[in-house]
């Protein structure tokens, strides 16, 4: 396995999805907390940082143990606080090195076996590499820095100031092979199928005859969680799958039925009524959220009881929500949506978790529920909020503006479906707004509600843009809308890029 050793670079998961790809398993870490058990990583990859070498507050790793000993590769700091602190230099570019760049002068060796000069790299610095450090080698120049690339003789330690995880880098994956499977010698057999094998064998050892409780939502992670846990413990697994009444048109049905077709032991709880009367009155976005939070948590704990015996909470935590993050900026991150509320400590959670995969990227989660051949319609499914329809009708929630928007939401979804345009985007939706506006229906003046439809792409939530919908797709979607869905006669589209807009209205 590979170590990455973080120093809050954006881009450090990417350098571990990279070496997923190669089907090599990598763990990240942050620099200033390495593993313990250091040595078994056969191979450790140093990221980059917002720092710089030459500031206050320089990121120092503990490299002792490893450099000399075990194969290193240094991109961008990293490499520059090997020159820095190993007896070169590193000075401030004169611009700021960032964006393409092509590799001008390659010396042959090792890390760039099978690349060219010429090849594009993604370069992204404010400093530069005057001096080598002691015993280092040049092994690759751009027109603009000439220490793109060292190696430090004697060693099996590289390091490379452009970032080869980037896509715009070419031949990064190349580099990433060279470095892990030719130097470093590990193999590449960490594959979702050897995934899904030696998981459920861990999670029979470790369950043996216990009951596992574990919730349902609908989504990839719950639902890959579930079946990889019914692969192991089969019916001791026991599922429930809440609806709270907010979800899409039809989808408990649907989605309930589905499961079932999977072989698994899942209750569905029809709570619709109980969370609508709770949230009867409310428009504050974060109330709504703490209400739904609250009564889910609830109507979980009672279902939970009704298990006997029940020893462990099965959830569908993945490896971007655990990975500890290295703040080099300083100063807390607002709260900008409380995302997850979670009040007192009811008795489900005093099971004990488990967390199948606790280690897998997103995309991972869908290889590896496609390796136990898991339907496409779930595993390509949107992300859908916690909060459902709740967080998309602006203002308080009643029966009718739910079954308003969800007649409008099945519009639009099952028109991206027809149009092959599902799979393009990365979540969509539509928003009730708390506006009436005046149109026309033959000879009627008609005053009712608008809605806007919003479709983004992304990797990950944090960032979005817009999707650019064809018009003619947006024009018969709109019309459909506004004939068929009684209450509805203005459609608008969202063109707000995240940030600073929400991918949310609220
Ligand atoms: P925002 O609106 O913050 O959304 O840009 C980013 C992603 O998070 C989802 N989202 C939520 N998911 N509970 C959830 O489980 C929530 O309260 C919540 N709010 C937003 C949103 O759908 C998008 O995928």
């Known amino acids: 396995k590979v170590l990455i050793l973080d120093f809050g670079s954006q881009f450090t998961q990417l350098i571990g999805r990279r070496v997923r790809e190669l089907n090599i398993y990598s763990e990240i870490h942050p620099y ?3 593993p313990k058990n250091i040595l078994d990583f056969k191979a450790i990859i140093l990221s980059g940082s917002p720092l710089s070498v030459r500031g206050d507050d320089v990121a120092h790793p503990e490299l002792d143990e490893i450099k ?21 230099s ?15 002068y390659i010396k042959e060796n090792e890390l760039f076996d099978h690349i060219s000069e010429g090849s594009q790299v993604w370069m992204s610095h404010s400093d530069t590499i005057k001096e080598l450090p002691t015993g280092a080698t040049m092994l690759a120049s751009t ?20 970032h080869p995880e980037v896509y715009h880098s070419k031949d990064g994956k190349q580099l990433l092979e060279n470095f892990l499977v030719h130097i470093s010698g590990l193999e590449q057999t960490w594959t979702p199928d050897s995934f899904v094998e030696t998981t459920v064998l861990a999670l029979k050892e470790k369950l043996g005859d216990d009951r596992v409780i574990l919730g349902l939502s609908g989504g990839v992670d719950s639902s890959v969680a579930a079946m990889l846990l019914h692969k192991a413990i089969g019916k001791n697994l026991h599922c429930i799958f809440v609806n709270n009444g907010l979800l899409r048109k039809n989808e408990f049905h649907d989605v309930l039925e589905q499961y079932e077709g999977m072989g698994l032991n ?15 009155g409310e428009s504050d976005p974060e109330k709504k959220r703490k209400i739904i939070g609250r009564v889910f948590i609830e109507v979980f704990d009672d279902e939970a009881h009704l298990v006997e015996n029940a020893k462990w909470l099965a959830q569908g935590t993945i490896y971007p929500d655990v990975i500890e993050s290295v ?9 900008i949506k409380s995302h997850h509320n979670v009040g007192g400590l009811p008795d489900f959670m005093k099971l004990k978790v488990v967390e199948p995969l606790k280690m897998l990227f997103k995309d991972e989660v869908r290889r590896v529920g496609a390796s136990m051949d898991m339907e496409k319609s779930i595993l390509g499914r949107h992300p859908f909020p916690g909060p459902g329809l709740a967080i998309r009708i602006l203002g308080d929630i009643t029966a009718e503006k739910v079954r308003i928007l969800q007649e409008v939401d099945a519009v639009f979804i099952n028109g991206l479906k027809e149009w092959g345009l599902y799979d393009k985007v990365w979540q969509a939706g539509a928003m009730l707004l708390p506006v009436n506006s005046v149109g026309v229906m033959g000879d009627e003046r008609t005053y009712e509600k608008c809605v806007a439809l919003r479709a983004v792409e992304s990797t990950d939530g944090m960032t979005a843009d817009w999707v650019n919908l064809p018009y003619e ?8 809308i506004i004939n068929k869905v009684r209450g509805v ?17 609220e």
Not at 143 to 161: C, L, M, R
């Open 489 to 505: 006669n203005r459609v608008v589209y969202d063109i707000s890029s995240k940030p600073p807009a929400t991918i949310e209205w």
């Open 32 to 34: 200033n907390k390495p």
């Open 68 to 88: 000399g000993k075990k194969p290193i590769l240094a991109i961008c700091y990293g490499a520059q606080y090997l020159a820095h602190f190993g007896g070169g």
């Open 143 to 162: 027109p603009d820095v000439e220490n793109a690339a060292f190696k430090i003789e004697g060693e099996q330690t590289y390091a490379i100031q452009f």
């Open 266 to 280: 899942v209750k569905g709880v029809d709570a619709s009524a109980r969370f609508l009367d709770e949230l009867a």
């Open 90 to 104: 590193v000075s401030p570019s004169n611009t700021r090195e960032y964006g393409r760049a092509n590799l001008s």
């Open 327 to 335: 703040s080099v900026t300083g100063g807390p991150s607002a709260t």
């Open 473 to 480: 797709f947006l024009q018969k979607t709109s019309n459909e």
